[in-house]
């Protein structure tokens, strides 16, 4: 079975750590998503796994069981759709899909069936003939997975492949990547910063930070249970309410667990409302610093009001280092 | 590794025909390989050395030849950019058509060998063309290639017309790289063509102008082909450059030694060139 | 118009040189050449003795054109065939490497050719390479190799990046992704890049005088130059004339045909180099 697991891998260049330590495994079949802002670190392990660059500091990536971290790029077995891409821009589709397999030596009727196969998987059949630079956005997308799909890899790398769509076409598109994508064979590694993607697209995502990882789980337990107050502002939208910190300890409250009280809570003003179609965003100004409630947007909310929240929703962190602080009363 | 393989080939001719020569001639400017050595190479210490030193040939030469360089490059800059303005055309407007791209470059593709042969008849006195107009002006026909005050002028007026595309195209290049906003914006300012061709294209175009001036000079310093056959050097030695002095003792007199002495010091007053331009790209990224 | 002007300056020379060469030469010696000079003025006495005269001269005139288009082809596929390759690892090096060898090809490129005709010569005489018009060919490469080289490497800087790693993954190898990949995309660099090479070995003077003197192997500029310099007194600037006409011809069409890809790829390189 192709598990892919990564074992302390790390990369240095010239000074700067691009990735330290980093431990994951992404089961067969399973779609993992690499989370976190730019300059995390998450295009560099995509590099490393697929053999374009090599982890000078030591680390051992493996496939199915078999150390493939000396393996040059070709040889790996790993497929790649690349953020802008790739494609040859003076091969025709079908051109673009042979190229690999010619190179590989496999005979024409071979190459013709396969080709044909994943045209017709990826509806490109009509397109045979086009060039990159007269097909739309969206199919040059589809065309870069087929590509990667007929490898039939061991492992599928993906590297923000949505980023040059625009809004609407990735959300149209998202069940679709999944369907072709996960629950296949091949582990799939897959790269954004988007996490609305990342959550609809992904079994389990991490989250990547300045090279290291925070945090490994389901979408549900990165979001009720962060492990350090970066993976808690991070997910979530509207972000996490942070109030200033008191005695090495800050509290976060997510702007979707507050909601006005009759008594108790903090005393807030309200600043600014933001109308988002069936909720809104409204701005606090409290004794604590700025707050943003989300609030079903029927509900009437006063200038001068005082907000509150249920205990179980706080969130602890530790002021200096970010660790969420468990059970706390 | 593979990229060194690759690299390879290129590196070792360049290094045998670029390199080696160099060494050769320091080794030969050591050494008496003559007619009278039988052409077998004598070492002479510095002797070739110590005759360059007072050989007043050679120093008239450096300078005709410096002479040259520097008017020639002058004029080429100051034509070449107004060349480079001709073609890119009037803000907003059209830049210059094909057709006329290529009859601009016409002077700077023939061999130069080709027009040189061609100038002679020009300056021909009192045939040629130049000469024609004249008398037909009723003026007196000029001998422009005999008189050692014209000549070296006539030499620079032909490598001018032969090198001046090429500096207006690497100041077109310089040209279409900057971003016409600025241009429109000194306009709303209300500044002049002039203006705008003092304050901003000039600057922006310093990088442009030292290149070609680099360029243009290093290659004028070295100027040969021009000059043995459009004058031979003459009349009397006046428009004689130092590579054709070179020339003169490696394949007339075959003093071989001598030669290739002459040779290292031109090279030597190549650097010149290569240095003013490091020193002014100094100052120009100090004053930035 | 300041273009018309222009246009004069650039063309005037070999458009009298045309008018030259078409003229008997005893018309040309014989007084000014204007509207109203012997021998029929402008629209008399046009002749084309000069042209047969250079065409049956022993060797032919075209004899040398063939010379330089033969030294010219074979300078420019060896050239190319070891600048590709360079410019390619060239690329793949990184920092100081890369930029140090970049300089010292530039500073090659600025080297004035007329130098090096000494050490150059005495590699002929030794290795035999005289009289011999391929072996022109390797000084030739050698001289156009650094702008070459410069050139190339500017225009593979100018491809996107991940079309290479896309490549890597698919299993090709460094030469199947200099073939496949980059060779077709890297195509119209390489013909400004050759035209220009090609310019610059039919203009080439000091070398092929020296390596060649055999008349009928000289190439067109040699030859010129003897032209010139055989007959002292007695000057026939008919057959000069026309000489230089049918010299410029090759290269007139040349330069017709490929302008865009010339002036692209002096700009393109000077921007990016």
């Given at each position: 079975?192709?598990?892919?697991?990564?074992?302390?891998l790390?990369?240095r260049v010239g000074?700067?750590?691009?990735?330290?330590?980093l431990?994951?495994?992404?089961e067969?079949?399973?779609c993992l998503a690499?989370?976190?802002p730019?300059?995390c670190?998450?295009?560099?392990?995509?590099?490393?796994?697929?053999?374009l660059e090599?982890?000078e500091?030591g680390?051992?990536?493996?496939l199915g069981?078999?150390d493939?971290?000396?393996?040059?790029?070709?040889?790996?077995?790993?497929?790649?759709?690349?953020?802008?891409?790739a494609?040859?821009p003076?091969l025709?589709?079908?051109g673009n899909?042979?190229l690999g397999l010619?190179v590989?030596g496999v005979p024409p009727?071979?190459?013709e069936?396969?080709?044909?196969?994943?045209?017709?998987?990826l509806q490109?059949?009509e397109l045979?003939?086009?060039?990159p630079?007269q097909?739309?956005?969206?199919q040059?997308?589809r065309?870069a997975l087929a590509?990667a799909l007929?490898r039939?890899?061991?492992l599928?790398l993906?590297?923000?492949p949505m980023s040059?769509?625009?809004?609407?076409?990735?959300?149209?598109?998202?069940p679709?990547?999944?369907?072709?994508?996960?629950g296949?064979?091949?582990?799939?590694?897959?790269?954004?910063?988007?996490?609305q993607?990342a959550?609809?697209?992904?079994?389990?995502?991490?989250?990547l930070?300045?090279?290291r990882?925070?945090q490994v789980g389901?979408?549900?337990?990165?979001?009720e249970?962060?492990?350090?107050?970066?993976v808690a502002?991070?997910?979530g939208?509207p972000?996490?309410?942070?109030?200033?910190p008191?005695d090495?300890?800050?509290?976060?409250?997510?702007?979707?667990?507050?909601r006005?009280v009759?008594?108790?809570?903090?005393?807030?003003r309200?600043?600014?409302?933001?109308?988002?179609g069936s909720?809104?965003?409204l701005w606090l100004?409290?004794e604590?610093?700025?707050l943003?409630?989300?609030?079903p947007?029927?509900?009437?909310?006063?200038?001068a009001?005082?907000?509150?929240?249920?205990?179980?929703h706080?969130?602890?962190?530790?002021?200096?280092?970010?660790?969420?602080?468990?059970?706390?009363? | 590794?593979?990229?060194?393989?690759l690299?390879?080939?290129?590196?070792?001719?360049?290094?045998v025909?670029?390199l080696a020569?160099?060494?050769?001639?320091?080794w030969?400017?050591?050494h008496?390989?003559?007619v009278?050595t039988?052409?077998e190479?004598v070492?002479?210490?510095g002797a070739?050395?110590?005759r360059l030193?007072q050989?007043?040939?050679?120093?008239?030469?450096?300078?005709q030849?410096?002479?040259f360089a520097?008017?020639?490059?002058?004029?080429?800059l100051l034509?070449g950019l107004?060349l480079?303005l001709l073609?890119r055309?009037?803000?907003?407007?059209r830049?210059a058509g094909g057709?006329?791209?290529t009859?601009?470059?016409l002077?700077w593709a023939?061999?130069?060998?080709?027009?040189?042969l061609?100038?002679?008849?020009?300056y021909n006195?009192?045939?040629g063309?130049l000469?024609s107009?004249?008398?037909?002006?009723?003026?007196p026909?000029?001998p422009?290639?005999?008189?050692?005050a014209?000549?070296?002028?006539?030499?620079?007026v032909?490598?001018?017309?032969r090198s001046?595309?090429?500096?207006?195209?690497?100041?077109l290049?310089?040209?279409q790289?900057?971003?016409?906003e600025l241009e429109?914006a000194?306009?709303?300012?209300?500044?002049?063509r002039w203006?705008?061709?003092?304050?901003l294209l000039?600057p922006l175009?310093?990088?442009?102008?030292?290149?070609a001036?680099?360029?243009r000079?290093a290659q004028a310093?070295?100027?040969?082909?021009?000059?043995q056959v459009?004058?031979?050097?003459?009349?009397?030695g006046?428009?004689?450059?130092l590579?054709?002095?070179?020339?003169?003792?490696?394949?007339?007199?075959?003093?071989f030694?001598?030669?290739?002495t002459?040779l290292l010091?031109?090279?030597?007053?190549?650097?010149?060139?290569?240095l003013l331009?490091?020193m002014w790209?100094r100052r120009a990224?100090?004053?930035? | 118009?300041i273009?018309a002007?222009?246009?004069l300056?650039?063309?005037?020379?070999?458009l009298?040189?045309l008018?030259?060469?078409?003229?008997?030469a005893?018309?040309l010696?014989?007084?000014?050449q204007g509207?109203?000079?012997?021998?029929?003025?402008?629209f008399?006495?046009?002749?084309l003795?000069?042209?047969?005269?250079l065409?049956?001269?022993?060797?032919?005139f075209w004899?040398?054109l063939?010379?330089?288009?033969?030294v010219g082809?074979?300078?420019t596929a060896?050239?190319l065939?070891?600048?590709?390759?360079?410019a390619?690892?060239?690329?793949?090096?990184r920092?100081?490497l890369r930029w140090?060898?970049l300089?010292l090809?530039?500073?090659a490129?600025?080297?004035?050719t007329?130098?090096l005709?000494?050490?150059?010569?005495?590699?002929?005489?030794?290795l035999?390479?005289?009289n011999?018009l391929?072996?022109?060919?390797?000084?030739?490469a050698?001289?156009?190799l650094?702008?070459?080289?410069?050139l190339?490497r500017?225009?593979?800087a100018?491809?996107?990046?991940?079309?290479?790693d896309?490549?890597?993954l698919e299993?090709?190898?460094?030469?199947?992704r200099l073939r496949?990949?980059l060779l077709?995309?890297?195509?119209?660099?390489?013909?400004?890049?050759?035209?220009l090479?090609f310019l610059f070995s039919?203009?080439?003077y000091?070398?092929?005088l020296?390596?060649?003197?055999?008349?009928?192997?000289l190439?067109l500029?040699?030859?010129?130059?003897?032209?010139?310099?055989?007959?002292?007194?007695?000057?026939?600037y008919g057959?000069?004339?026309a000489?230089?006409?049918?010299?410029s011809?090759?290269?007139?069409?040349?330069?017709?045909?490929?302008?865009?890809a010339i002036?692209s790829?002096?700009?393109?390189?000077a921007?990016?180099?």
């Open positions: 079975m192709s598990v892919l697991e990564l074992r302390q790390g990369r000074g700067r750590t691009l990735l330290a330590d431990n994951l495994r992404v067969a079949g399973e690499l989370l976190g730019s300059g670190g998450k295009t560099t392990t995509l590099r490393l796994v697929a053999g090599l982890p500091q680390g051992r990536i493996l069981g078999r493939i971290t000396e393996e040059p790029a070709g040889r790996r077995r790993v497929a790649m759709v690349f953020q802008s891409y494609l040859y003076h025709n589709v079908t899909l042979a010619r590989r009727q071979e190459r069936r396969r080709i044909d196969a994943v045209l017709e998987l490109l059949a045979r003939e086009r060039r630079a097909l739309s956005g969206g040059r997308q065309l590509r007929l039939q890899p061991a599928m993906l590297d923000e040059n769509l625009d809004a609407q076409l990735r959300e149209e598109l998202r679709e990547l999944r369907r072709l994508l996960c296949g064979e091949a582990p799939v590694l897959y790269v954004t910063h988007d996490q993607e959550i609809g697209l992904a079994d389990r995502l991490a989250v930070e300045a090279g990882l925070q389901t979408a549900r337990e990165l979001y249970k962060p492990h350090n107050r970066f502002t991070f997910l939208r972000a996490l309410n942070l109030l200033p008191r090495g300890r800050q509290l976060g409250l997510r702007p979707e667990h507050l006005p009759a008594e108790g809570g903090l005393a807030a309200l600043q600014r409302r933001e109308w988002w909720q809104q965003l100004e409290s604590q610093g700025d943003r409630m989300l609030l947007a029927a509900h009437a909310c006063p200038d009001l005082r907000v509150g929240w249920e205990r179980h706080e969130l602890w962190f530790d002021a200096a280092t970010g660790e969420r602080l468990q059970g706390l009363a | 590794m593979t990229a060194w393989l690299m390879l080939p290129a590196l070792t001719l360049l290094a025909v670029f020569p160099l060494a050769r001639y320091a030969l400017s050591a008496a390989t003559s009278l039988a052409l190479p070492a002479n210490g070739n050395w110590l030193a050989d007043g040939r050679f120093w008239q030469d450096a300078g030849t410096l002479r520097a008017v020639s490059v002058g004029l080429e034509l107004a480079a073609l055309g009037p803000r907003g407007g830049a057709g006329l791209r009859a601009v470059l002077p023939l061999p130069a060998t080709v027009m040189a061609g100038w002679r008849w020009i006195e009192p045939h063309p000469n107009l004249l008398i037909a002006a009723g003026l026909p000029y422009f290639l005999s008189t050692p014209s000549t070296w002028f006539a030499v620079v032909a490598d001018v017309w001046t595309p090429f500096v207006a195209l690497l100041l290049a310089g040209l790289a900057i971003p016409p429109e000194l306009v709303l300012e209300g500044a002049d203006q705008i061709l003092r304050r000039l175009l310093s990088p442009w102008i030292g290149l001036a680099l360029f000079l310093l070295g100027v040969f082909d021009l000059i459009l004058t031979g050097g003459g009349p009397a006046s428009t004689e450059s590579a054709l002095y070179a020339y003169l003792n490696a394949m007339r007199f075959l003093d030694g001598y030669g290739a002459v010091a031109t090279f030597l007053l190549l650097l010149l060139p290569g331009w490091l790209q990224g100090s004053a930035a | 118009m273009r002007v222009a246009l300056w650039s063309l005037g020379p070999l009298w040189q008018y030259t060469s078409l003229r008997p005893d018309a010696v014989s007084g000014p509207l109203g000079s012997p021998g029929g003025g402008i008399g006495g046009w002749t003795q000069n042209y047969s005269q065409l049956a001269a022993d060797p032919p004899r040398y063939l010379n330089s288009a033969v082809v074979a300078g060896l050239t065939l070891l600048a590709i390759p360079c390619y690892g060239l690329q793949q090096q920092g100081a140090g060898t300089a090809l530039l500073a490129s600025l080297f004035p007329a130098l005709f000494l050490a150059l010569l005495e590699w002929a005489r030794q035999g390479l005289g011999h391929l072996a022109l060919a390797l000084p030739y050698a001289l156009s650094p702008l070459a080289i410069l190339l500017a225009a593979l100018d491809l996107p990046p991940e079309l290479e896309a490549a890597r299993g090709l190898g460094p030469l199947q496949f990949v077709p995309l890297l195509a119209p660099a390489i013909a400004s890049t050759a035209i090479v039919w203009s080439e000091p070398i092929a020296t390596w060649i003197s055999r008349e009928s192997l190439t500029s040699a030859a010129i130059a003897r032209i010139g310099a055989s007959s002292v007194f007695t000057i026939p057959a000069f004339a000489a230089t006409v049918l010299g011809l090759p290269l007139v069409l040349l330069l017709l045909l490929f302008q865009r002036v790829g002096l700009t393109q390189g921007v990016k180099g």
